[in-house]
Every structure is written in C-alpha cells, then in structure tokens.
C-alpha cells in the first residue's frame, strides 16, 4: 500500500450520469495529482493541486471538475462524458509541489467505463 | 515538445535471465528520469530515481542507467523472476517544468 486510496475502484457511467471519484493520501502531503491513462498512451497530467489550491490544468475538458477540500482529499466529479473518456484515472500525492527530487505516490486507480 | 519513448513495447523472457529495458526522450534538459512499476489493478510504484546530475542508480536486482546528452536510459534487471512481471514506465521531468512526461511503458512477463 502507498499510503493513496481511491474509490470506487471500478465506475460504468452512462453519458449523462453525473459521479465523483475520491482519493485521499494519509501521508501529510501537500501536493495533489489526477492522471489519465488510456490504453496504448502515456499517463497523461490533468491537474495538480498544491496546499487546496489547483496550479497545474492541462487543457482538460469542462466536463471533468475537481475538487481539493482539503490536503488530504481530491475529488474529480463527472458528467456527460463521452466514451473516448473510458480510462484508468490515477491519483497520486507529492510532499510538495515544485521540488526536483520530489516523487509522487499513486493510487491504485479508478476505472472508468463510458457507454 | 518533450517525448518519452521506450522500446520493446512488451518482452517475454524466462526466469533468470538477465534483461534490459530503454526508455529515450528528446530533450535532454530534464531534472531527473524516473523508472516506474505497474501491476495489473493497481498504480504506479517508483523504483529508482536518477537526478540530472547522476549516471546511474542501483536497488537490489534493478540498475538504472542516464545518458542525458543521448537522451538515454536503461533499467537492467539481474536474475529476472516471475514476480517481476509488470508493466515498467520510465519518466522525465523537463526542466523549467515540474511535471513527469511518460513512456508508454515496457509489459515484462517472465515465465517460470
């Protein structure tokens, strides 16, 4: 175990479905991460937050919102996806945000299946 | 743009053999390269770490190596097991930049 936990560890949503993903880090971190992982691509960096507050949105559709209530919970809330969404999201969490020797700790992920 | 390459996509081989993975990238002003590994089910977890400044890293059976002027690296595994089959992601962190860009990852199964 990482020290990362998400939930639900496997999600089937319709198109106009809304749901939410959570992931939480016991590890005092400061740093927050969401990732996309589609088969035969790399993991792609959708957000990043630092101390509750987002510094990192890599040109990431509105249908994707996430949320930092605090520095231990990330959540990213969904709705009407499209199938082309149908990935591997992880989460992972950093001590900081910025240092060159940081390393991230991830989650187990959530999989999420479009129809 | 930074690109992170690695090669074979997938590789089977039998247990005890050793073995190399290679990931490259096309920019070498990077803060360090990161080797990953994924089982099926479950994130990432970070096997070695190599700073800009470092040739290589070594953990038990696992060494890592960093040409940066090539836009090279290479994780070598010694006496490979069965517990070793896994997906193996190598990451860069671009200078100027804090964010890792991956590979698309190496599947390694090793066959008792």
């Known amino acids: 175990e990482t020290g990362v936990t998400q939930t639900p560890r496997h999600l089937v949503m319709g198109m106009t479905n809304k749901k939410s993903l959570k992931c939480e880090q016991h590890?005092?971190?400061?740093?927050m991460y969401w990732y996309k992982q589609s088969a035969k691509k790399p993991l792609e960096l959708m957000f990043v937050?630092?101390?509750?507050?987002?510094?990192e949105n890599n040109s990431v559709p509105s249908r994707f919102s996430p949320e930092c209530p605090n520095s231990s919970h990330l959540f990213l809330h969904l709705h009407t996806l499209q199938p082309e969404d149908s990935a591997l999201y992880l989460c992972?969490?950093?001590?900081?945000?910025?240092?060159?020797?940081?390393?991230?700790?991830f989650g187990p992920g959530t999989r999420l299946l479009v129809l | 743009k930074q690109e992170v390459t690695q090669i074979p996509a997938a590789l089977s081989v039998p247990e005890g053999e050793n073995l190399v993975l290679n990931c490259s990238f096309t920019d070498s002003a990077i803060y360090n390269l990161q080797w990953f590994r994924q089982d099926p089910g479950k994130g990432l977890t970070s096997l070695l770490l190599i700073q800009s400044s470092q040739r290589e890293q070594t953990s038990g059976r696992l060494n890592a190596s960093l040409d940066k002027s090539s836009g090279r690296s290479t994780l070598y595994i010694a006496a490979s097991q069965p517990g070793d089959s896994a997906t193996y992601l190598c990451a860069v962190t671009p200078m100027g930049t804090y964010k890792y860009i991956f590979g698309t990852g190496t599947r390694l199964k090793v066959l008792a």
């Open positions: 937050y630092s101390l509750e507050e987002r510094v």
């Open positions: 992972a969490s950093s001590q900081t945000w910025g240092g060159m020797q940081e390393t991230q700790y």
């Open positions: 590890l005092g971190h400061n740093a």
